[in-house]
């Protein structure tokens, strides 16, 4: 007689184990997958911040180049205008 209900509670967790693990599974996936976007979400805020951080850079990199321009454009204008011949 204890046998018998012995085999019968085994069957029943050959079975049962792996109907709960399956359900555990759908019912945990949306949660897991709430808690991958949320840290994507963090991680992403940081990521911005540094694509905002390197764009700076490269705006003051612009604007030092611009001015390295003028300056060479400037200085070019000056030499041409040296080396005009004077007719006095």
């Given amino acids: 007689m204890d046998e018998d209900i012995l085999v019968i509670l085994i069957s029943g967790l050959a079975v049962l184990i792996p109907v709960a693990g399956l359900t555990l599974r759908f019912a945990l996936k949306p949660m897991v997958d709430s808690i991958a976007r949320l840290l994507e979400v963090r ?21 030092s180049l611009h001015s390295e321009m003028r300056l060479l454009t400037d200085r070019t204008e000056f030499y041409e205008r040296l080396t005009i011949p004077r007719n006095t």
């Fill in 43 to 63: 991680n992403g805020a940081s990521s911005v911040d540094l694509v905002d951080k390197r764009v700076q850079l490269l705006e003051q990199e612009l604007h």
